[in-house]
Nanobody, 125 residues
């Protein structure tokens, strides 16, 4: 199937930026949609960004819209999440997700069949 490995997490001050990468391997040509979700301690999973592999259309949660950008690097089989103007409330474990069953964009993590192991993002002064 598909394997996902996230990198790029770390600690940053409020207002700073981080770039997360998700390395995609396996049956990559089957993937129809991908995205990112996050989970903070004691909180529910929160889908924050998604992208259609066919149309390149994107969708964002209101909490990150205008600050985060999801994109693909097809040459390197990477899914990228550029995060700017980070806030303390962005602190969470960030996960990459992929699905081969539908082209329709959704931010619901349970709609995606494959998740990565996650990378920690901490925003603190």
């Amino acid at each position: 199937r598909v394997q996902l490995v996230e990198t790029g997490g770390g600690s940053v001050q409020p207002g700073g930026s981080l770039t997360l990468s998700c390395a995609v391997s396996g049956d990559t040509f089957s993937i129809r949609r991908m995205g990112w979700f996050r989970q903070a301690p004691g909180k529910a999973r929160e889908g924050i960004a998604s992208i259609s592999m066919e149309s390149r259309h994107t969708d964002y949660d209101i909490s990150v819209k205008g600050r985060f950008t999801i994109s693909q690097d097809n040459a390197r089989n990477l899914l990228i999440l550029q995060m700017n103007s980070l806030k303390p409330e962005d602190t969470a474990m960030y996960y990459c997700m992929a699905d081969d069953r539908s082209w329709l964009l959704t931010l619901v993590p349970s709609s995606y069949q494959t998740w990565g192991q996650g990378t920690q993002v901490t925003v603190s002064s």
